[in-house]
């Protein structure tokens, strides 16, 4: 059975759960740039560069992430959000991207299959694929409102580098996440329907577009009905939100997507809303509570955490879904569905 109907069989039966945040963990740890750069020998400080610390502490990474299996995940994210070569750049790692991603998915995937193995419980590893500092969409110059920093061809292959290499590593899904600028997320589609013909095989795809206010929009301006039509030719495995609000601010846009899309619905929010000092303080039991709402109400299938998520956040949303059904998928219809930055439909 593929990775792909592993994943609807299990969220058949019940809710599933997600993991949480990487990089409040890392925070924690107080790293030092000795930990970061390792042996490396890089032109450029490394300290920040969460990614790279699959390569120069790997028992750190994998100790976050068997933290989130110990407290319930069944999916679990690769720590590969700033992994790609625009981003690594900065620190002077480009070279290092195939390396940081292969590893990294090696981390999650190993924790994964020994936690099936102690329990039979399917674990799936979600190779994370963060949207870089780059959009499409946007020109960061705003007396030349034509003007691009990459184009649409130049970013695939940036996402398909770090997508085959995170398959490598044994990642079941490419999950493209924080979507703040929809033309970014087609390149990312893009990369890894390329990935699929090279590779002679379906590699799934999870999707999770972030909101930029709480009239429901992200960056490139696109209403989350409207990015649902933008993307559902891809055929995601999982749909969602994640990122920018709490619970509370998500859920009118939770419960909207979770009425038009025909496939899982996966939403991992932030601890709530960060404090005057950027910190999240949301307790663990109100995040749980919030989201249960949602299970509740038949809203998702598959629920974790973003920012300032903790394995005691992750272990506090396991414990309020236990036991309630799942998200049944609407079945799809056959209206013509457009999109620009608002939706179209047009009745048969």
């Known amino acids: 059975m593929s990775a792909r109907e592993k994943l609807k069989t299990a969220a058949a039966e019940r809710i599933l759960v997600f993991d949480g ?33 699959a390569l120069t502490r790997p028992d750190v990474i994998a100790d976050i992430t068997r933290a989130y299996l ?11 959000f700033s992994a790609n070569s ?14 940081i991603n292969v590893a990294s ?17 399917p674990r799936f590893v979600a190779g994370a694929i963060g949207p870089t500092n780059k959009t499409l969409s946007l020109s960061p110059d705003v007396e030349d409102p034509g003007f691009r920093e990459i184009d649409f061809d130049s970013l695939v292959a940036v996402y398909k580098e770090q997508a085959a290499a995170l398959v490598e590593g044994g990642a079941d899904f490419i999950l493209i996440e924080t979507i703040f600028d929809t033309l970014n997320a087609k390149a990312g589609i893009m990369a890894v329907k390329q990935l699929e013909t090279d590779l002679g095989r379906d590699v799934p795809i999870m999707l999770s577009m972030t ?14 009905e409207a990015f649902w039509y933008a993307v559902r030719h891809a055929n995601p495995a999982t749909i969602g939100l994640n990122c920018s609000f709490g619970a509370d601010q998500l859920r009118p846009h939770v419960q909207l997507l979770s009425g038009i899309a025909d496939t899982l619905l996966m939403a991992y929010p932030n601890a709530g809303l ?75």
């Open 274 to 348: 960060p404090n005057e000092l950027g910190e999240y303080d949301e307790a663990p039991e109100t995040t749980a509570g919030l989201v249960r709402l949602w299970a509740e109400n038949g809203r998702a299938n598959i629920l974790g955490g973003c920012c300032g998520s903790t394995p005691d956040h992750i272990a506090a949303i396991a414990k309020a879904v236990d036991g309630l059904p799942p998200r049944e998928v609407p079945a799809r219809d056959t209206k013509m569905r457009l999109a620009g930055l608002e939706a179209f439909s047009v009745a048969a």
């Open 105 to 121: 998915g090696r981390i999650a995937r190993e924790l994964a299959d020994e936690y099936e193995a102690k329990d039979g419980r």
């Open 211 to 224: 909101l930029t206010d709480l009239s429901g929009r992200n960056l490139s301006g696109h209403t989350v």
């Open 70 to 80: 110990d407290a319930g995940s069944d999916v679990v994210s690769t720590n590969t």
């Open 21 to 53: 945040a990487f990089g409040t963990q890392i925070q924690e740890r107080k790293l030092g740039e000795a930990d970061y750069a390792g042996d490396l020998k890089l032109n450029a400080d490394q300290k920040g560069n969460n990614d790279i610390l």
């Open 86 to 99: 625009i981003s690594q750049a900065d620190y002077a790692a480009e070279d290092l991207v195939r390396d």
